[in-house]
């Protein structure tokens, strides 16, 4: 009877370990409460860059677009990411046919870029947001399997990783997105050089990226609004009212809000649209401009917890595979974070590229969610025998 009743017992105090040990309780909860955070500013800002015209549509849409992404997330974070080494091949090639497709007369071009495809319903789909992804786990595949007796990847490997990561690259200059090929090249260096490879690999691929970028110059192989993006980087106040205009008053909106900002819907350069594209591209400035120096650091703060912990995932993460998927994340993540905030403030170019988990976007939040769920995945699974 005591057994029995002990047992029954036993019964009734394994359900909460069994909540304690469910994948939602697992879950890397800083990595998402940040990402959340980021969304709940974001939607803030939208709404706040959008609002003038009375409407709410351009708000009601990137909400739909964040639930969109949160379950896509969801799957992704589902799914065991080592299923993805058989699936990998399948996932760069629908990347790269996607790209390909832009190129036809299906193609749609945008502020100057053929990079998207009309769906109808005012949905439009830019395919080289997730051949991001397509490019992460390809190069995780190739470079996270060295063969017997080799430490890191081999020659053949890593030619093998360049000549298809050049594809979707070529495509992609094609368009021309200049702002996604550097994504790009980022994350081949980055895997490259956590992968093991010798360091006279990642020297020389860095070096053959500046020598291209110095051709590319030089035989003026660049689009006219390309050249003009460069030259106003290098002085706005040259051409004020052309090329150097987003510049420019990109940084007037930033240095007006001061410590603490104008408040909340309270932007003068924000209200009167003096900066264009300020929901997805330039979304940073109003932040700066309405929540001043404290709510664009927070935002920069919450954006390197992010960084932070799909570092602490790479690190952790139960083989090389799952290592270079996430240090494939962190490296795209990384680089639009810096670029899309340094061509704010005016210490880079402009590029296009949006601010991840703040801007509006379709398939720029689809993508950033995949790539938090890939994380998410990595880590779930950081041991062995999960």
């Known amino acids: 009877m005591i057994s029995e009743y002990g047992g029954a017992l036993g019964r009734r105090r394994s359900l909460p370990a069994r909540l304690l040990a469910s994948p939602a309780r697992r879950l890397d909860w800083v990595l998402l409460l940040a990402v959340l955070a980021l969304s709940v500013i974001g939607a803030l800002l939208v709404y706040s860059a959008t609002r003038a015209d009375g409407s709410e549509a351009f708000l009601k849409k990137h909400l739909l677009n964040l639930a969109i992404g949160l379950a896509l997330g969801g799957v992704t974070t589902a799914l065991d990411y080592r299923l993805l080494r058989a699936y990998a091949p399948i996932v ?18 945008v502020n100057g870029s053929h990079s998207w495809i009309v769906v109808g ?31 890191g990847p081999g020659r053949r490997d890593i030619l093998l990783a360049l000549a298809l990561a050049a594809l979707p690259a070529g495509l992609v200059m094609l368009q021309p997105d200049l702002g996604t090929t550097l994504v790009f090249a980022t994350v081949i260096i980055g895997v490259l050089a956590m992968s093991g490879a010798p360091k006279r690999w990642v020297g020389g691929l860095v070096g053959a990226a500046m020598s291209l970028a110095l051709t590319v110059w030089s035989l003026h192989l660049l689009k006219p609004y390309q050249v003009h993006r460069f030259t106003a980087f290098a002085d706005p106040s040259a051409d004020p009212q052309g090329a150097g205009y987003n510049a420019q008053q990109a940084r007037i909106a930033v240095g007006s809000g001061g410590v603490f900002g104008n408040g909340l819907f309270h ?12 929901h997805t591209d330039f979304i940073f400035t109003v932040a700066g401009e309405e929540l001043g120096f404290v709510g664009a650091a927070l935002i920069i703060a919450l954006l390197g917890v992010v960084l932070w912990r799909g570092l602490r995932i790479a690190r952790e993460a139960a083989d090389v595979f799952g290592g270079l998927v996430a240090t ?20 880079m170019p402009i590029t296009g590229l949006p601010l991840p988990f703040v801007s509006y976007g379709g398939s720029a939040s689809f993508a950033n969610f995949v790539a938090l769920g890939l994380l998410q995945t990595v880590h779930l699974r950081h041991n062995p025998y999960d």
């Open 121 to 151: 319903g005012g949905f439009q789909i830019q395919p080289s947001e997730f051949a991001k992804v397509g490019m992460v786990v390809l190069l995780a595949m190739i470079l996270g399997e060295p063969r017997d007796g080799e430490i």
């Open 328 to 347: 494939g994340v962190v490296c795209w993540l990384a680089f639009q974070t810096f670029e899309n905030i340094g061509m704010t403030v005016g210490i």
């Open 267 to 278: 932007g003068e350069q924000t209200n009167g649209h003096f900066v264009p594209e300020q």
């Open 92 to 109: 760069y090639g629908a990347a790269c046919l996607g790209l390909a497709v832009v190129l036809t007369p299906v193609g749609a071009t």
